[in-house]
C-alpha cells in the first residue's frame, strides 16, 4: 500500500472514501428481480437460484433438525469455543434490556412499556467462509428481547458448514433455512411456501444481501444495511506498526469490497503500517481476497499533518470498527462519535470483537454509523408510551390543549376536552 497525504486528497479520492456504497448501485436492479421472484414464486425461486447462483441442487430447504445434530457431531474443541462466545456475547446483551416505567408528572402519570416483536429473520453469511460468529451475533439478541420465533437463512451447500449450524443450535434460533443471498432476504421477508415470514430482517452480507435489503424495507423492518467490512485504525507515533497491519488485513481478509484504513500524523508509522500490511499480506491464506480489499479505492494509510486532522478524517468517515491505537486513546474517543464498535489500544483486535468479546459484529457500514448503532435488544423491541391523567391534571391542561387545537382548526379535538368538564 502506498500512503497519502490526507491534505492532498482529490475531490475524486475523497467521495470515494467517504462517499462508499461497496458496489451496493450496481446490482440494485438485478436484486430487485430476484426478491420480485422469491415474492412470487416462493420455494421454486429459491430452488431455481441456489442452482444457478449457488451450484447447489437443494431439497430440503428447512434443515433445523440438521443444527441439533452438527452441535453433537463438531469437535469438542469447537463446541467449547462457541459455547464460551455464546455466554459472553448473551451476557452483554442482557444488559441492554429495557425495563418498563411510569412516573408521576405533576398529576400526569406517564410511562413506557417494552414488548418484544413477535419474529425475526437473521441471515449468517456463507460463499467463501463460513461465519458461525454471525449466527450468535443476530439470534442471541433477538432472544435475550423475548422474540418467540427467530429463523435464520445461511447459505446451501452439499454440506451446510457444521460449525455454523452448531452456532445456530446454540443461539437458540427456533428454524434454520439453507437459503443465501438476496434470495434468502426475500424469502425472510415475504415468506415461501417454507420460510415463514417474519417482521425484521437483520445481519450483515454482501452487497447482494446489503441491496436487498434495501429492496425489502418498507414491507419488512430491517436492522441497517450492512455491507461488507470497514476498518479505520487512528495511530500515534506510540503505535505498533505490525499490530496495525494484523487489524487492516485481518478486514481485509472478508471481501474484496471490505475497506481498511489506517490514519497518522507519524510519517514513519504511516510507511512502517503499509510495509506491514504487504508483507502480513503475503503470509495470509485468503491473500488474493485480501488483496482485492487492498486496492479498493476507499482503502488506504493516511498521512494526517496532526491528530486533530485525523481526527476529522476518522469522524468523516464514520468507519464500521474504529481502532485506536495511541498514548491518549480515551481522549481521541471523546472526539470521534461516529463509529460502529471502538476497540481500544494494542490489546483490542477487532477480531475479539468479532468473536467473542461480547459485543456485536453486526454494525453500520457505508456511513451510516454518523446516524446508527449496531444491531442489539433494541433492534428487536418496540416501545409503547402509556398516560393516565386524573380529572385535576387534564383540569391543568385544559385551557393549553384547546387553544392549540384551536389554533391547528381542529375543533374536535378541543371539544374532546371540553366534553370531559361539561
Known sequence: MNVRTVADLGPDERSALFDRDAGVEAVRDDVADIVDAVSEEGDVALRRFASEFDDVEVGNIDITDAAERAYEEIDDDVRAA?????DNIRAFHERQ?????RDDFEGRELGRRFSPLDSAGVYAPGGTAAYPSSALMGVIPAKVAGVEHVAVATPPAESVNPVTLAAIHVAGADAVYQVGGAQAIAALAYGTETVTSTDIVVGPGNRWVTAAKAEVRGDVAIDFLAGPSEIMVVADAAADPDLVAADLVAQAEHDE?????????????????????ESQAAEREREAVIRGALDNDASGVFLARSMSEAVLFAEEYAAEHLSIQADDDEA???RIPSAGSVFLGPYSPVAAGDYAAGTN???PTGGAARVTGGLSVDTFVRSTTVQRLSEDSLGELRETITTLAEAEGLEAHAESVKKRFE
Open 82 to 86: 462457541i459455547e464460551d462466545a455464546a
Open 97 to 101: 434490556r429495557p425495563e418498563d416505567w
Open 257 to 277: 469490497n471490505a475497506s481498511v484504513v489506517a490514519v497518522t500524523d507519524d510519517e514513519a508509522v504511516a510507511e512502517a503500517v503499509a510495509e506491514a500490511v
Open 332 to 334: 481521541l474517543l471523546e
Open 361 to 363: 459484529h453486526v454494525l
